[in-house]
Structures are given as C-alpha cells and as structure tokens.
C-alpha cells in the first residue's frame, strides 16, 4: 500500500439527461486522472436526486450503460475510481449503490446506502428515499493497493456505530458520496466530516453534486477532505469542480499514537459489532 495518496473529488453538476451526465463525468475524470491515484464522484451522479426518478434511472449492475462507461475510462486512464452512487436495480429492488473501480476496469467494491434518507423538517424539506429504494444490509471495507477503503453514502455519516466498524476493520480512507441540501448542508455537513474523521482518526473525503437552484432537491456543495486529526484540508465551493487533496497515510498511526482514541476504549464497558 502507498504512503501518500493523491485524490480528486469532482463536484459535478447533474442535470435530468443521463447520456450528458456520463459524458460529463468522463471527462472531469479524464481531466483529474494524470495527477491523482483515485477519482471521486458524487452521490447520484447520473440521475437527479428525485425519489420519482430513481425507477426511470436506474440501471441493473452488469448491464449499466453508467457503470460500463466508468470501467472503460477506469482502464483507459489506469485509475481507481469511486463512481458515487447511482440507483440500481436487483431483483425487483432499486438501491442507491456506489460501486469501486481499479485500473482494470473491474468492481472490487459495492456499498448500497444502508440507512435511507427520510425526511421531514416542516416548512423546510421533506424526503423519502424510502418511497422507491431498499436500504442495503452490508458494511463495506475494500482492500486495494492505495490503502483500505471504507464506503458509505450520505444519510449513512449520521450513524457513527457504522464508521465505528469501518475503522475497526482497517479502513484508512472512508468515502461518503453525498448530497446534502440547503437546510441539513449548512447546519451538519463539515461538522458531521470532521468529528466522523477525528473519532475514528482517519480521512475522509466527502464528495456533493454542485449546486443547482433551478433543480427541485438543491444540494449543498462544499465537497471536502478531513485529516485524521479533524483538520479540513480541502474545500470545494459550490459551483462545478474538482477539489485536490494529498493524503499522508502516516498521519492516521502518527495520531492515534498521539492521542490513543482507539487504544483506549472501554471494550469491557462497552462494544459494537457488527452482524
């Protein structure tokens, strides 16, 4: 595994034509790809964050025109890329699924968003993603050559237990895809991104759609990379663009042997598991 990493977020702008969004997407990971080792894009990448269009959208896993895209550009560019997540359908069921790419073109990594963003904040927003999706019913940790990657998406950062777990099995990096709005972005996003990375002294880089005014769910922007410490080293704005950021792995053990937040659980007292 690497001692550094290089990533890029790409806070792109999503609109209601599949087609553009995937030539989009290409090309914002064509233009990050020579000066980085992994390519991140946001949640809902392909599709308007719209619980009535996840069904129209969505796509089935090894016949997704979205997914066989970002394989080819994966190969193309030798890259790994973390293709956000988009709504896909098995057996019935539409997840909201985020899929792991190496630089041969192959999923290594699934996570479909276990905890579904419901809702409902009067006068402000109200959201079901219940009405059309399934919630996924696994914690996902990938091995790869950049480092270990823990994945989660949006509404997930809210449930520390989950990225409690991802830490305790090795993860370095966690990646949340995310969409956070005009009323839950400015109140919790960087708070939720910096004590998540502190807790579990690890980095976290959290990548949002750009902001869109004119689109009926607005998201927030501002994607960004939190240090193990909790330190904010990279911070998008809201338009389009991708945010850079260096990863020095050494700092996770640096700072869990500065501050043993790890070490020094109660397990005796207290322990979470998964099932």
Known sequence: MKDHLKVALCQMRVVEDKNENIT??????????????????????????????FP??????????????ISEVAKKEKIHILAGSIPEKDKGKIYNSSFLFNPQGEI???HRKVHLFDIDVPGKIRFKESETLSPGDQLTVVDTPLCRI??????????????????LKGAQLMIIPGAFNLTTGPAHWEALIRVRAMDNQVYL???????DLNASYVAYGHSMVADPWGTVIAEAGTGEEILY???DLDRISQTRQELP?????RTDLYQIKDK
Request: charged fraction near 20%.
């Open 24 to 53: 989009r997407a290409l090309e914002i990971i064509s233009q990050a790809a020579p000066q980085v080792d992994l390519v991140i894009l946001p949640e809902m990448w392909n599709c308007p964050y719209e619980t009535s269009l």
């Open 108 to 110: 290594i990594g699934r």
């Open 56 to 69: 129209e959208y969505a796509e089935e896993a090894d016949s997704s025109p979205s997914l066989g895209a």
């Open 205 to 211: 880089a959290a990548a949002s759609p750009s902001r």
């Open 261 to 265: 937040l790890l070490k020094n659980r």
């Open 150 to 167: 823990g994945i989660c998406i949006c509404y997930d950062i809210r449930f520390s237990e989950l990225l409690r777990l991802m830490a």
């Open 245 to 247: 950021a260096s990863l």
